[in-house]
């Protein structure tokens, strides 16, 4: 059996994050994943710069795509807003692997079925034994099936499906473009352009929502795809979407049990704003590794509900969750 101080199961900005901050304090870590890095990851790959405070990373030191826009334009109902705040752009197929090769951690491709405690210990699937377990593994994390679940249930209320693809595409427009509630639409679209020629376009919207209206986003996907070509973004004929869904920032009752932790989309901590999810998670990995390492209550009160602090920012968030959703997280 493969013994190790801390076993992370899921090797994206959560998991990698942990495992970089427990490896750097001397623990023998262990990342596990299903997939195969360098993986492709659906994700408009919208980074902040305090995602780039967090890892301690300079933007020249990256060495993979990277764009930083000075503004976002907003588009809401026919109105427009170009909002001056500078954000990034990368492609998680390149960030994700980077996060985990940088880690220093061992890294190997296993997908986690059994959980077990024994002796204080986790052992899963009989392969592996370790004092602290990170579950790291986005929505359908095996560890948070195993020991949060039924005391930490889905609110699905927050939950936020997605309907997107990322092309190799030479872009004419170096422009962060979102449009809210669009055509009836009870979520966002993007267009996210990427260094070296790709872009990410995408829609999202609440499932209940979308269920609601007896509707699926694929029934908004034409008329966007025409929007893009009305305003000259995008021109493309092989579009192939695919989808995924996640939680949005709530109130978590419970994210620790002895030795175990839940972090990122295994929460359910995007923003309620612009369900942007690669921040709060890379916070929570960070916050999970001090609480092994030195002994800090592990809590998530601190991460933001939302991306910003404004009028609009408030007013999205109640559109997309509910004005009467309770927005806590402990």
């Avoid at 197929?93 to 880690?103: A, K, P």
């Avoid at 170096?174 to 995408?202: E, I, M, Q, S």
């Avoid at 390492?293 to 592990?298: A, F, I, L, P």
């Avoid at 601190?302 to 559109?319: D, E, P, W, Y």
Wanted: with cysteine; proline share 4%.
């Amino acid at each position: 059996m493969k013994l190790a101080d801390a076993i992370v199961v899921g090797g994206g900005p959560a998991g990698s994050t942990c495992a970089w901050k427990l490896h750097a304090a001397g623990l023998d870590v262990l990342v596990l994943d299903r997939a195969r890095f360098p993986r492709n990851k659906l994700c408009a790959g919208w980074v902040t710069p305090k995602v780039m405070t967090d890892l301690e990373l300079d933007p020249r030191d990256y060495p993979h795509s990277f764009m930083t826009f000075d503004k976002l334009h907003l588009h809401w109902k026919g109105f427009s807003k170009k909002l001056h705040t500078p954000q990034h752009s990368i492609r998680r197929l390149e960030f994700d692997d980077f996060l985990l090769r940088r880690s220093g951690a061992e890294i190997l491709q296993h997908e986690v079925r059994d959980i077990e405690v024994a002796g204080g210990d986790y052992i899963i699937d009989n392969i592996y034994r370790c004092k602290y377990l990170v579950g790291a593994g986005g929505t359908r994390c095996p560890v948070y099936r195993t020991f949060f679940r039924s005391i930490n249930p889905r609110n699905y209320k927050l939950q936020t499906a997605t309907y997107e693809q990322e092309i190799p595409y030479r872009w004419d427009h170096a422009t962060c473009h979102l449009w809210f509630f669009d055509g009836r639409l009870p979520g966002y679209a993007w267009y996210v352009p990427k260094a070296n020629g790709f872009v990410n376009v995408g829609l999202g919207g609440m499932a209940v929502q979308l269920k609601r209206r007896n509707g699926h986003l694929r029934d908004h996907w034409d008329r966007f795809v025409r929007k893009l070509e009305d305003c000259r973004l995008v021109d493309y004929k092989h579009f192939h979407p695919t989808g995924y869904s996640y939680f949005l920032h709530g109130n978590v009752d419970l994210v620790r049990q002895g030795n175990a932790f839940i972090t990122g989309d295994a929460v359910g901590l995007a923003t309620r704003d612009m369900c942007e999810g690669i921040g709060p998670a890379i916070e929570s990995g960070l916050l999970a590794a001090a609480t092994i390492v030195s002994g800090t209550e592990y809590t998530l009160s601190g991460i933001a509900s939302l991306s910003g602090s404004t009028f609009v920012s408030r007013i999205l968030g109640s559109k997309f969750a509910g004005t009467g959703a309770d927005t806590r997280a402990h």
